[in-house]
């Protein structure tokens, strides 16, 4: 197989990887904080629904999630689950995976902020919602920067997971390539994809952060 | 009419007793410290006058207007308009500044003011940039609260309480946390609005300071309100606790 053909192969998985990337990052973001505010809920039956989804996502495999959130429908209701659904399952299954991480991110970040920072929007006048858009987000989005970062490093090197689900992403193609023309050099490929593809993650968060550097 | 009326409050933590039915009234271009010793109730008090805590008992008007009140075992707050309202009577400034970190100084000043009071944004900067003068603090606006020493963010914290027009300003222990060299700028300025005529209640450790500034002192200890009067009445008084609590001090 000419190098250049396989190329062409890989860099159309490419753009699925970074599809699933970007969409996962999109929706768990916000999904997350949702999340974290269910967590953190005084209610106690719905703080325990979420801390029990949170720990059924980070304590069984995102592979084992991908298949059940793919083949679930038609084991559990016969569904039809060709087409378009495989990758709105990988979307799915990422982002409900991701969010539950994001959560205790936001969790530990908002648990962190002194009470004395609330305190003073409530004399000054800020209403609860205010307090935490204007007040406590941004400061949260500061301090739990570098865990996040690590969370979307690891997400880049967890899209290669869609191949459990025989998604046409970078890594399922690779192995492909691989088995077809027993040639070692897709894998080369892809390493230097994720590498390279987690090269530029770091440099954008970091500029991030130095965005933020303006207060401490 | 006093413009602020704390009426027979009580506030337990749990099981323990911190407001023993204390009232305490202000009246409009009056200053009142509070002293005692730590734990005594002090910050409490002044968090339950500002509604940070909810009250256990009693009754707090500001202006003539229910602020908090009980309905059987509950505090009850008026509608969120009155409410509102009421929030505008009264400013605090704390022991730790608790500035916004991530606003530089002048939006610490003007962000409420603007966004949630609806001002107009130019009459906003404008006596923001008056009040920065008047803490000696004119060329600090686009400066953020990390730059700063403690006795500029106390300055801050105070400019900013008094950025929302408030009728009466509550200190809590506002030199407390500052080196003894940053102490006297903060004090200064808070003399420099005794001139102004704002009406102030101040939590303090500084003797002289309070003694020289109030109308009125309140020599608080164990929940309860021991002494009140002028400043020459609460300080030359025999009372036993109060001559403890100053023995303590002139020891230091
Ligand atoms: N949030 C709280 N929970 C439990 N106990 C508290 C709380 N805040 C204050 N206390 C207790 O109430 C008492 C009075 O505290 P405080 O009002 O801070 O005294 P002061 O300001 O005079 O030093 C202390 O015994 C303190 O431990
Ligand atoms: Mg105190």
Redesign the interface.
């Known amino acids: 197989m000419e190098f250049s053909v396989m190329l062409g192969q890989l860099a159309e998985g490419m753009v699925q990887s970074i599809c699933i990337f970007a969409l996962t990052l999109i929706f768990s973001l916000p999904l997350g904080l949702l999340v974290s505010f269910g967590r953190m809920s005084k209610n106690r039956i719905v703080s325990t629904i979420f801390r029990i989804y949170i720990s059924i996502m980070r304590g069984t495999p995102l592979m084992l999630q991908l298949l059940v959130v793919f083949y679930g429908p038609f084991y559990l209701f016969g569904a039809n689950i060709g087409g378009m659904y495989r990758f709105i399952a990988i979307i799915l299954g990422f982002s409900l995976n991701y969010a539950a991480y994001f959560a205790e991110i936001y969790r530990s970040g908002i648990e962190s902020m002194?009470r004395?920072?609330y305190?003073?929007?409530?004399?000054?006048?800020?209403n609860g919602r205010?307090t935490f858009m204007?007040?406590i987000l941004?400061?949260v989005i500061?301090r739990i920067l570098p865990s996040v970062t690590n969370e979307v490093i690891t997400l880049v090197k967890d899209t290669s997971l869609a191949f459990a689900l025989a998604y046409m992403e970078m890594f399922t193609i690779a192995k492909q390539i691989a088995a077809a023309n027993t040639t070692f050099v897709p894998f080369i490929v892809a390493g230097v994809f994720y590498y390279v593809f987690n090269l530029l993650v770091a440099v954008v968060m970091e500029g991030i952060e130095k965005k933020l550097n303006?207060?401490? | 009419m006093s413009l602020l009326e704390m009426k027979h409050i009580n506030k337990k933590f749990d099981n323990l007793e911190v407001i023993k039915d204390i009232s305490v009234s202000v009246k409009e271009g009056e200053i009142l410290s509070i002293i005692g010793p730590s734990g005594s109730g002090k910050s409490t008090l002044l968090r339950c006058a500002?509604m940070?805590e909810e009250i256990d008992g009693g009754e707090i008007c500001y202006m003539g207007e229910r602020a908090a009140w009980m309905e059987g075992k509950k505090a009850c707050h008026p509608g969120k308009e009155a409410m509102?309202r009421i929030?505008?009577y009264?400013?605090?400034v704390?022991q730790?500044f608790?500035?916004?970190?991530?606003y530089s100084v002048m939006k610490n000043l003007t962000?409420?003011p603007i966004?949630?009071?609806k001002r107009n944004k130019d009459e906003v900067y404008k006596e923001a940039r008056e009040l920065l003068k008047k803490m000696g603090l004119e060329d600090k606006e686009d400066a953020?609260?990390?730059q700063l020493s403690g006795g500029q963010c106390q300055r801050v914290a105070i400019a900013?309480?008094l950025a929302?027009n408030p009728k009466i300003l509550f200190f809590d222990e506002p030199t407390s946390a500052l080196d003894p060299e940053l102490t006297g700028e903060v004090l200064k300025v808070i003399r420099s609005l005794a001139d102004l005529d704002i009406t102030m209640v101040i939590v303090t450790h500084e003797m002289a300071f309070a003694r020289e500034i109030s109308d009125r002192v309140i020599f608080m200890d164990k929940g309860v309100v021991e002494l009140e009067g002028t400043p020459d009445e609460v300080f030359t008084s025999g009372h036993g606790r109060m001559q403890e609590f100053l023995g303590k001090f002139n020891q230091r």
Do not use: M
């Open positions: 002194p004395g920072q305190e003073a929007a409530k004399v000054l006048g800020y205010q204007k007040i941004p400061q500061k303006y207060y401490h | 500002t940070l509102k929030q505008e009264f400013g605090l704390f730790s608790n500035l916004f970190p991530h962000d409420a966004n949630i009071q953020y609260p990390c900013r309480a929302l």
